[in-house]
């Protein structure tokens, strides 16, 4: 149903007091996987071979959206009441720094697959799909792409491989009893759908700003539990990365003082 600019596709029931399937005094687990990414306002370059990017000197980060997605999960749970988050992200033991960032923004706890291997879309969607089935998480909430690779595969693949409902590019998140409502921008206008739980919802810029964290949560996440643990599953790569290269140059601008400039400028390139 279109109203003022809206699509609303949600069957209309009131929203109760967050509980997991319906049970109060139940905690609702949300599952919030995160990526290591190099700071995206870093400037890279790759490595002479074309092998890879060169790394040395540069600050890695919590992928912007994943971020937003812990940050959103930390909301739900203040808004609610009764919200269990963990963070789990797929890498090396430097990515434990990540971890403890999202524990200090208030995860309760934090799972490092250990695995040195590379890993594209559809292995990391198997991964989770096997911590999902483990964990039995209510909602799981992640960034819509990562700012390495801006896929934008992960989420879609884990939900189909999962069978359970999807919402992409939230730009709002209610969640209530056994449900979750998620409202997204399209080109049209806004969407706004109710899922059915357990759900895959990824989250966009506009969803939430993270918060700055400051030191108590800091030192409050030494303490909460980080879990190393090896793959469930085995990377099986469909694409793979065969060369890294600079974006071409752009040639240097020109100014002019008229139109008239302009347009013999314009000539002399063959653009009129």
């Known amino acids: 149903m279109l109203l003022g600019g809206k699509i609303i596709a949600y069957p209309g029931a009131a929203f109760a007091a967050l509980s997991h399937d319906g049970v109060r005094g139940k905690p609702m687990k949300i599952l919030v996987p995160i990526k290591r990414v190099i700071d995206p306002y870093a400037k890279v370059r790759p490595l002479a071979d074309g092998s890879g990017i060169d790394t ?9 959206f994943d971020e937003i997605a812990v940050e959103e999960a930390v909301r739900l749970r203040e808004k609610n009441g009764d919200v269990d988050i963990t963070v789990v992200t797929i890498g090396g033991s430097e990515s434990e720094e990540q971890l403890r960032k999202a524990l200090a923004m208030g995860a309760d706890r934090a799972i490092l697959v250990e695995s040195s291997d590379a890993w594209d879309s559809p292995s990391v969607a198997k991964e989770l799909e096997a ?13 819509k792409q990562a700012t390495d690779d801006d896929n934008n595969q992960a989420a879609q693949m884990l939900a189909a491989r999962l ?10 998140i209610e969640a209530s009893g056994s449900t979750v409502r998620v409202t997204r921008e399209t080109d049209t206008g806004e969407e706004t759908l109710e899922l059915d ?11 939430n700003e993270p918060r700055y964290i400051a030191l108590p949560g800091i030192i409050k996440a030494r303490s909460k539990p980080l879990e190393r643990r090896a793959p469930a599953t085995a990377p099986s790569l469909k694409t793979r990365v065969t060369k890294y290269e600079s974006p071409a140059a752009r040639p240097a601008g020109r100014k002019v003082g008229s139109v008239d400039e302009l347009v013999a400028a314009l000539k002399d390139r063959g653009a009129l």
């Not at 739980?197 to 969803?207: G, I, N, W, Y």
């Open 56 to 64: 040395g000197g540069v600050k890695f980060e919590i992928n912007p």
């Open 163 to 172: 069978d359970w409902p999807q919402a992409t590019f939230a730009s709002k």
């Open 131 to 143: 911590l999902a089935r483990e964990l039995g998480p209510d909602l799981v909430l992640m960034g």
């Open 197 to 207: 739980l357990p759900a895959v919802v990824t989250t966009d810029l506009r969803l």
